[in-house]
T-cell receptor, first 115, second 116 residues
Framework: DAGVIQSPRHEVTEMGQEVTLRCKPI?????LFWYRQTMMRGLELLIY????????DSGMPEDRFSAKMPNASFSTLKIQPSEPRDSAVYFC?????????????FGEGSWLTVV | AQKITQTQPGMFVQEKEAVTLDCTYD???????LFWYKQPSSGEMIFLIY??????QNATEGRYSLNFQKARKSANLVISASQLGDSAMYFC?????????????FGKGTHLIIQP
């Protein structure tokens, strides 16, 4: 079975450039999450969707970050313009639904470096 | 607000010994799930084991077991017969369905190193 698929796996970009991270959740999963992991702050929830609808984006650091889920099988996280402090690993994750007993499965992460 | 506390930043354990990784949590929600994830040096987050707040028995998955003490709000991970491949970061996490919030709240992790 295919897990959560993220692309790109690694990206190096210059400050000021636009970055788009992509995610394909596990088929049949209705909840999708974007997390960011840094040494300083650990794992942070940025935003999550239920049935393609953004439910809570309070974790999005600022207006430079935006996320979309145009359909059940695709989501994007965009950073525009990017800054060096955005360097982190960005994880997409999905689960069957929002019940607390459902496991959240993670993609392999997108390693972003902004220079 | 939910909180996960992992008090062991790092641990060194001899191969084949059992390991206990500590996790305490705080939540006001009556229904919640507790999860452990493993993150090897390659970076992926691997789901290990789940315990529901209403489960009467401790969860087990192969060499992994979860020592769930609800009154103490602890959910320690026990790894039996540790192997070199168990060396990784381990994260305790909680998910609840209360208050409209969702997603996992993570602890800061424990870096486990298994020595031959």
């Amino acid at each position: 079975d295919a897990g959560v698929i993220q692309s790109p796996r690694h990206e190096v970009t210059e400050m000021g450039q636009e970055v788009t991270l992509r995610c394909k959740p596990i088929s049949g999963h209705n909840s999708l999450f974007w997390y960011r992991q840094t040494m300083m702050r650990g794992l942070e929830l940025l935003i999550y969707f239920n049935n393609n609808v953004p439910i809570d984006d309070s974790g999005m650091p600022e207006d430079r970050f935006s996320a979309k889920m145009p359909n059940a099988s695709f989501s994007t996280l965009k950073i525009q313009p990017s800054e060096p402090r955005d360097s982190a690993v960005y994880f997409c994750a999905s689960s069957l639904n929002s019940l607390s007993g459902n496991t959240i499965y993670f993609g392999e992460g997108s390693w972003l470096t902004v220079v | 607000a939910q909180k996960i506390t992992q008090t062991q930043p790092g641990m060194f354990v001899q191969e084949k010994e059992a390991v206990t990784l500590d996790c305490t949590y705080d939540t006001s929600d009556p229904s919640y799930g507790l999860f452990w994830y493993k993150q090897p040096s390659s970076g992926e987050m691997i789901f290990l084991i789940y315990q529901g707040s209403y489960d009467q028995q401790n969860a087990t998955e192969g060499r992994y077991s979860l020592n769930f003490q609800k009154a103490r709000k602890s959910a320690n991970l026990v790894i039996s017969a540790s192997q070199l491949g168990d060396s990784a970061m381990y994260f305790c996490a909680m998910r609840s369905s209360g208050g409209g919030a969702d997603g996992l709240t993570f602890g800061k992790g424990t870096h486990l190193i298994i020595q031959p």
